[in-house]
């Protein structure tokens, strides 16, 4: 098994943005209103910590499985052997009837070290 995370770079943004939201709601909250960006900054930083923690992609025994950060459904896409699978102007094919068919995978959101990792698992067709 083989697992591909979120790249980084969005926890990085999200958790300042969260905390940015937090302290503006906070200061209005001392100040005697309520404000939503309090509850806006607590679930944007979840969202950045969720980016760092959370998987994007596991990789079995002949499936793919797509994680949200959230942990909302995920979505699995199976193939029955190495060669169904290949990569291609930066996106990852799938052999699904004889067809091959783009997984909703992006190579930008996943951490670079990880889409090398894949690479060398499956391959790159440069071509």
Known sequence: MMRLHY???FGYIFIP????????????????????????GIIIIFLGWAYWHKPYITVEDKQFIIHTPLGWPQRVYGYNAPEDVKIAHKKILLKQ???????????????????????????????
């Open 17 to 40: 943005l969260g905390l940015l939201n937090l302290v503006l709601g906070g200061i209005l909250l001392v100040r005697g209103q309520f404000s939503i960006s309090i509850i806006i």
């Open 97 to 127: 009837d004889g067809e091959w068919k783009r997984l909703p995978i992006s190579k930008f959101i996943m951490q670079p070290q990880d889409w090398l990792t894949l690479q060398k698992r499956f391959g790159e067709d440069r071509g």
């Open 7 to 9: 790249n980084k770079t």
